[in-house]
């Protein structure tokens, strides 16, 4: 069941991300393609499995002995927290990308962009 | 606005840079420490405008008569992410000298050193400063670039 | 004794580098670049010459881990080749500087031919399968630049991209059979004999019954017949070697008659003694004389000069790919001796059409006649190298046509082949009739009378006469004592080439046998029908033209043309610019793909549940769900931004409850500065909202099809996933802090482990950055124009449309870091 309510919340966010990214109007398919790579990224750190929050669980080792305690995958939250900083960059240029069409040809409109060419 | 600014503006900074230093030990580390310091330039923006943070921060004399000055913020984080870049390059070169595989890292221990007692220093700080400086230098140009507008 | 590494690898090299330089050269030493030329081919013909004799294979450390070495094998077949291109090259170089006077582009002209010479040499050389390949693909590229020579002209582009296109792709399905070759040959001979050919070689029996017991012996002879075909220019593909003719002359010389075609024959040759059997001598023998008869024929038809001879060229390859194709030891005597001396006669032929063309200003056979009164050494030259290519006694070319009549006699007592028996040599003869006549028609150029429209002509430069001048007089000396020249150069070859070789002996017969008198009719019949060439001429063109399919060249303008329209039509059809339409597809073939495949793999079957999820991360991926519908309904860009960072707290709250608190941390601040950009940015923008109610219902189906696909994919991979951590999630755990020297996994993770990814995702910021600043700042509006060093940079773009001052985004991101 439990396994069910991920899947579905992380369906759910690709099914909205994409319904945004059909849309006409440029800023809402930068907001899909924001809630997909989020969606992607909850999906990734799933992969690694979801421990439930305890001290130990933390990958942050309590001190230099050498007890390594079972801890949630490292390794995906490292590609996670890449994942982040590059998914904020790419929003960040989509954005002035759209911002900069609009300057240019005084719409937002996909379509209407389409059929100028 | 501006007083709640100038309350928190240091204590984020100071926060950003523990938890860049702290990285390595405890959550924290060039990305978070990096964007953290974005957050509070961005505070700074918005609470005094840019021509402050110029002034104020960088130290330099703004034109009035110039138009909007963002070239020169722009340029000065752009240069912070090329030499961020650098860095992380040559840190990341440095092991070839003693022939390592690129990006090699290691790390060595100071004892004795005031309030911690005792410190580690690893390579990988340097690698990590690195990374600090493009975060905050590119994050920056964007924030301001699109700012300026 | 066994070859000197240093030498070979030289001698391949050295054209490359001369070619890298070329342009540097050409800046000193102008138009006498094609002497230097000379120097280098000549440079190289000598390393070769010092490897005379010697036989063995010599390797450079490629590709060790994939058992791929750049390496050479050497013996007289190889030698033979590599000599021919660089002696011929010598020659060719020698020849240009005249002949290309005042042309312009002649570095690349210079360089493409010095590459292209490298590459032959390569070929020649090369032992490794995967280097034959590229210097096989090199000879084509060249190639390509050499008949694309004139950029301007309409038809030497058509030509250069058809050469390029059959030749190249020809060499696709070399390259195929190459590989399946080296499947067996490793696992057959061993990994490191793989890509070896030389160690095939040596082991010809092992490596043909491993083919044939795997059923892989007729896909790999066919394969490698049809990358040597269309290289050799065989029947049906001969055409592209005609229209390369819209190359200059000394290119035509050395390219489409001595080197490149006869790479094909060359490689025939080469794995001859692998591959030989009956299946061998269908195919070959077939394919040669039904080329060599055909384009003796078209030849016949040729109104111009070059195109004789190009029309001739293909029929002589058809002889030599013919005579391999004859399992006896007379079919390879036939082979590597008719490659020696036609690349004597027709390198030769072509310098003389190069100089007729130069110095008369036509090309055209109908108005030339009588030169010898103006070109009277040429005439001398053309005497020699017509006859021998006519097959006429005591000329070189006489004996190895005559080797060839034998091997066609020869063939039907090693294989029980039925009416091929005598069809093959009756057809050798038939073929052999035109070859007679075309060779006398262009000979006939230099006699009789002179027709009053043909211009003043004008005696050509030393440098123009010299190169065919060598060439005849190598024929000659071929001619005068044929059996030095076999002991000298062929005997070598021939044993590469054989199955059994054994000492060749050749001269003028002394008595009457079948291929003497094969070849007593082919010349008494070519002489006799020579006075009615107009008429053979004329009804050859009229059968041309009457019936367009005979012709190949029709089917490829239909073929290419055809596709080109369909490819057109389609890329309108798919790429219409709008957005939705890319993503729509994109996305339903990506949902289809991934349920079929799950499908089809029955994945589909979720017994247990691999994650358990807690109540709290139920919750807040729920207000996370619902702030994304409300992100999707929202009427303003405002109340959407908003929406969509409540979206992303959410998101950092489960970041939270799943243990990854330097995730949590950096999306908190992270989703902070998207809003603020996004408010920075919207605050520009005025509202507009617009949709066209029709398309919802479409999209919202994609979406959910989307969803579907997702939350399926979910979870047959959470039901997939191994239990506990991974092995390397466990490794990283353990490692931080002996080999970090960190105790926060994740950063020790980022900074250390994987430090490559981490500096490839700085890369990726700066890059951003760098964008954003060139969209935004060089846009050239004409305002205050930027201080600093980036000022001049700006100023550039200020005059240029905004889009390419987006593009510029990335090179100056390069710079920059």
């Known amino acids: ?117 | 606005m501006r007083t709640t600014a100038r309350a928190i503006v240091p204590i984020v900074l100071v926060v950003a840079i523990s938890l860049f230093v702290e990285g390595h030990n405890l959550p924290g580390g060039g990305f978070i420490g990096g964007v953290l310091t974005v957050t509070a330039f961005g505070i700074v923006y918005m609470a005094f405008g840019l021509d402050f943070l110029e002034r104020g921060v960088l130290g330099r004399e703004v034109d009035p008569g110039k138009g909007p000055s963002r070239d020169r913020v722009v340029l000065a984080y752009r240069r912070l992410f090329a030499y961020g870049f650098a860095i992380a390059v040559v840190s990341g070169l440095a092991p070839l000298v003693f022939e390592r595989p690129f990006l090699t890292q290691t790390f060595v221990m100071l004892e004795g050193v005031p309030i911690y007692d005792h410190l580690e220093v690893a390579s990988a700080l340097a690698f990590d400063f690195g990374v600090y400086c493009v975060v905050v230098g590119g994050l920056l140009t964007i924030l301001s670039v699109v700012g300026a507008e | 004794m066994s070859p000197d590494l240093a030498v070979v690898v030289a001698a391949v090299a050295l054209p490359f580098v001369a070619a890298a330089l070329t342009p540097l050269v050409f800046r000193v030493f102008g138009e006498r670049t094609g002497f230097l030329g000379t120097a280098v081919a000549l440079a190289s013909f000598g390393l070769l010459a010092t490897q005379y004799g010697t036989e063995g294979s010599v390797a450079l450390e490629w590709i060790p881990s994939l058992n791929v070495a750049l390496r050479f094998y050497v013996d007289g077949w190889a030698l033979l080749f590599a000599m021919l291109a660089t002696g011929i090259g010598a020659l060719v170089f020698t020849y240009s500087p005249a002949y290309m006077h005042g042309q312009a582009g002649l570095p690349r002209y210079y360089a493409a031919l010095l590459a292209f010479m490298g590459s032959i040499v390569g070929v020649a050389l090369a032992a490794d399968l995967i280097a034959i390949f590229l210097f096989w693909e090199l000879t084509s590229l060249a190639s390509f630049v050499l008949i694309g020579y004139y950029t301007a002209d309409d038809s030497s582009q058509y030509a250069a991209r058809m050469a390029m296109f059959i030749t190249v792709g020809g060499g696709l399905f070399l390259l195929v059979g190459l590989l399946l070759l080296s499947i067996v040959a490793g696992d057959v001979l061993g990994p490191g004999a793989a890509f070896d050919l030389a160690t095939m070689l040596e082991n010809p029996d092992t490596m043909r019954s491993a083919l044939r017991e795997r059923g892989l012996f007729i896909p790999v002879l066919g394969l490698l017949a049809i990358g040597a075909g269309t290289k050799s220019a065989q029947v049906p593909v001969h055409f592209w070697l005609p229209n390369a003719m819209a190359a200059p002359t000394p290119v035509s010389a050395f390219l489409h008659s001595a080197t490149m075609v006869k790479v094909g024959v060359y490689f025939i040759g080469r794995v001859r003694p692998m591959l030989v059997g009956e299946e061998w001598l269908f195919l070959f023998a077939t394919l040669g004389l039904t080329t060599m008869t055909v384009c003796a024929i078209m030849a016949v038809a040729a109104t111009d000069i070059k195109e004789l001879l190009a029309y001739s060229t293909a029929s002589h390859l058809g002889l030599m790919v013919a005579g391999f194709g004859f399992t006896s030891v007379y079919g390879a005597e036939t082979g590597v001796f008719h490659l020696l001396n036609h690349a004597l006669f027709k390198a030769a032929l072509f310098l003389v059409a190069g100089i007729v063309a130069h110095e008369a200003g036509t090309r055209e056979i109908e108005e030339l006649g009588g030169l010898r009164h103006d070109l009277p050494v040429t005439a001398a030259i053309t005497g020699v190298v017509a006859l021998s290519m006519a097959g006429i006694p005591p000329f070189n070319g006489f004996y190895s046509k005559e080797l060839l009549f034998e091997a066609a006699v020869e063939a039907s007592h090693h294989h029980e082949i039925g009416v091929l028996g005598w069809l093959y040599p009756a057809v050798a003869v038939f073929g052999s009739i035109f070859t007679v006549l075309y060779s006398l028609r262009f000979l006939s150029l230099f006699v009789g009378e002179r027709p009053d429209a043909l211009g003043h002509v004008h005696r050509p430069p030393v440098s123009l006469l010299a190169p065919p001048a060598v060439l005849a007089l190598l024929a000659a000396a071929v001619s005068v004592d044929p059996q030095r020249a076999v002991d000298l150069i062929v005997q070598s070859g021939l044993e590469a080439t054989a199955v059994d070789p054994h000492a060749m002996h050749v001269g003028l017969p002394t008595s009457y046998s079948t291929p003497v008198g094969m070849s007593a009719v082919t010349i008494g019949a070519g002489v006799l029908a020579y006075p009615a060439y107009g008429r053979i001429h004329d009804g050859v063109r009229a059968g041309l033209e009457a019936v367009p399919p005979i012709r190949a060249n029709w089917w490829y303008d239909r073929v290419v043309e055809g596709l080109s329209d369909e490819g057109r039509a389609f890329a309108e059809w798919v790429h219409n610019g709008h957005l939705r339409t890319y993503a729509t597809w994109t996305l339903a073939a990506t949902c289809a793909l991934a349920l079929t495949g799950f499908v089809a793999a029955g994945a589909i079957v979720p017994t247990t549940m691999g994650l358990e999820v807690t109540v709290p991360i139920a919750l807040v991926l729920l207000v996370a769900v619902i702030g994304a519908v409300a992100v999707a309904r929202a009427d303003t860009h405002i109340a959407g931004i908003l929406t969509l960072s409540i979206l992303g707290f959410m998101i950092a709250i489960f970041y939270i409850l799943a243990s990854a608190p330097d995730l949590a941390l950096t999306q908190l601040v992270v989703e902070t500065l998207v809003l603020v950009i996004f408010l920075l940015v919207v605050e520009e923008i005025p509202e507009r909202y617009e949709i066209e109610v029709g398309r919802v219902a479409r999209d919202a189906a994609l979406s959910v099809a989307v969803g579907a696909t997702v939350f399926v994919t979910i979870l047959v991979t959470t039901d997939a996933r191994p239990d506990g951590p991974t092995e390397i999630a466990r490794a990283y755990a353990e490692q931080a802090v002996p080999g970090g020297g960190g105790t926060n996994i994740v950063n020790v993770t980022l900074v250390d482990f994987r430090g490559f990814d981490t500096l490839g995702e700085l890369a990726v910021i700066a890059l951003a950055s760098i964008s954003i600043l060139t969209l935004i700042v060089m846009r050239g509006r004409g305002d205050a124009s930027p201080a600093g060093d980036d000022g001049s940079r700006a100023d550039s773009t200020d005059d240029g449309p905004t889009a390419d001052a987006g593009t510029d985004g990335g090179p100056s991101g390069g710079e920059d870091a």
């Open chain 1, 1 to 117: 069941m439990t396994a069910i309510v991920l899947a579905a919340a992380v369906g759910a966010l690709f099914a909205l991300g994409t319904f945004l990214l059909l849309r006409r109007d440029l800023i809402r398919v930068v907001w899909g393609l924001a809630i997909i790579s989020q969606a992607a990224n909850v999906y990734l750190l799933a992969m690694g499995g979801i421990a439930p929050a305890t001290a130990d669980s933390v990958p942050v080792l309590a001190g230099h002995g050498d007890h390594v305690p079972e801890t949630a995958d490292p390794l995906v939250q490292a590609l996670v927290l890449t994942a982040i900083v590059i998914g904020f960059g790419m929003t960040a240029f989509a954005l002035v990308l759209s911002y900069r069409v609009y300057e240019e040809h005084d719409t937002l409109d996909v379509t209407e962009l389409g059929d100028r060419e």
